[in-house]
């Protein structure tokens, strides 16, 4: 279902939505990044329509949406299965240009933008302390204006007014930004005119996490913890399927097996230090030549406690650059096949519906390729486990695919977590960073 607020102030107004899913030829979404450290840029959509009525012609005025097809109108689309409805983008419309594809055929190419394309425009001033990364993106997004909550339409009551009669019901707001609490500590910083995503993803690169708009419009802030330990929500297969085992496509699996994936010296400087925090490994350098990976980061040191006065105490910035460091250097330092991306049909077998529409950035999955072997007695299947870095959608009336950037997941199943009651594998389990 593809939904346009044609009429309503896409700034202070409860999107009132009209279904153009009947003009709809074909579309197209993009969300996400290609790789783990990568920054998420804003997720887009594109649209061709029929506008052979000359319906979303912005100079017609007999069309139903005359004059409200405007730039930055929201749009939202959705799929429903089984009485779930999915959101797969929600956004705002940049343009729609009109083409002419024979003598008296009109279409429409519209594209869209999801809201990190406001935060990029939107320029915030002012000074932040040191702080949590949650504590800081909460601050940006308040200094940018984002909203807290999403009204939902409808007839609601709120406290303050008269009367709570038949046909109104308690209101409640579903949530514009969900954000974590952060475990890295940042830099005091005092900013004017910055763009709200510049720092954003500066404050994403200090904490190692993500950022990224859902498919709801929601702001969604994952710290590092938030992949840690987590376990696989579908499988990815070439063998057996079911509601859980999604098959992709035969030329669908992507794998790299490469020297490019090999970082074996992080070098981590904490934003200001003349004091770059340098983890090697030597054993990798001999086998693969010495590979480095530089980061520049906003990082203060992290919280270890209160002084008489109360006020808060700090470790040194170069502690938290060395042990980001080590992290790094323990998840890049040696070689492994990876399964890069993937694709699939989710209408070769309609059980797998769900699974597909229900996939979003961040979530951890199981790949399965179970390759010909020349030893059919003891053949060798290779499985691992990835997370969602991307997801890209093609819809042609009748015929969906998906395709999902991924990342490797293996190196965070062995991380010991303070408080729990093992440590999982003695010789493959690390302190997590």
Not at 19 to 37: F, M, Y
Not at 165 to 182: K, M, Q
Not at 270 to 284: E, I, L
Not at 396 to 407: H, I, K, P
Request: net charge negative.
């Amino acid at each position: 279902m593809v939904e346009v607020a044609f009429t309503t102030d896409p700034n202070v107004a409860v999107p009132a939505y009209e279904d153009i899913s009947a003009d709809v030829v074909s579309a197209s979404i993009g969300r996400g990044r290609q790789r783990e450290l990568d920054q998420v840029q804003a997720a887009t959509l594109t649209l061709k329509i029929n506008n052979s009525d000359r319906a979303y012609d912005p100079t017609y005025t007999f069309s139903p949406h005359y004059p409200y097809v405007l730039p930055m109108r929201k749009i939202r689309v959705s799929a429903i299965w089984s009485g779930v409805t999915y959101y797969l983008f929600t956004g705002y419309i940049e343009r729609w240009p009109i083409s002419w594809d024979a003598p008296k055929w009109m279409s429409v190419e519209l594209t869209a933008v999801d809201g990190f394309a406001l935060l990029a425009q939107a320029e915030i001033e002012g000074t932040f302390p040191v702080e949590l990364t949650g504590s800081r993106i909460s601050r940006v997004l308040s200094a940018a204006g984002w909203p807290d909550a999403t009204p939902l339409p409808g007839a609601y009551w709120t406290l303050g007014t008269s009367t709570l009669d038949t046909s109104t019901i308690l209101s409640f707001s579903v949530p514009a930004s969900v954000v974590d609490t952060g475990n890295s500590v940042v830099q005091p910083v005092t900013l004017a005119a910055v763009s709200a995503l510049e720092h954003i993803q500066e404050i994403v690169a200090a904490e190692r996490g993500n950022a990224y708009i859902d498919g709801q419009g929601r702001f969604i802030f994952e710290d590092r913890h938030s992949r840690y330990n987590t376990t696989p929500l579908i499988t990815f297969t070439d063998g057996s399927t079911s509601s859980t085992r999604v098959p992709y496509l035969n030329d669908g699996l992507a794998p790299e097996f490469d020297v490019d994936q090999i970082k074996n010296e992080i070098v981590v400087t904490s934003t200001g230090s003349s004091n770059a925090q340098r983890a090697t490994d030597g054993f990798s350098i001999e086998q693969f030549w010495r590979h480095t990976l530089s980061l520049d980061l906003p990082l203060a040191g992290d919280l270890t406690g209160f002084g008489p006065g109360g006020e808060p105490l700090y470790a040194p910035a170069d502690d938290a650059a060395l042990d980001r460091a080590g992290f790094e250097l323990s998840l890049r330092k040696d070689p492994r096949l990876e399964f890069t991306k993937l694709s699939v049909k989710p209408q070769a077998l309609a059980i797998t519906w769900p699974a597909i529409l229900a996939r979003e950035l961040s979530d951890r999955v199981t790949v399965e390729a179970d390759p010909d072997s020349p030893d059919p007695i003891t053949p060798e299947q290779i499985i691992r486990d990835c997370f969602i870095e991307s997801i890209a959608y093609s819809i042609v009336r009748g015929e969906w695919s998906a395709t999902y950037q991924l990342s490797p997941a293996d190196a965070y199943g062995q991380l010991f977590t303070l408080d729990t009651a093992m440590l999982g594998d003695a010789e493959t389990a690390v302190l997590a960073y």
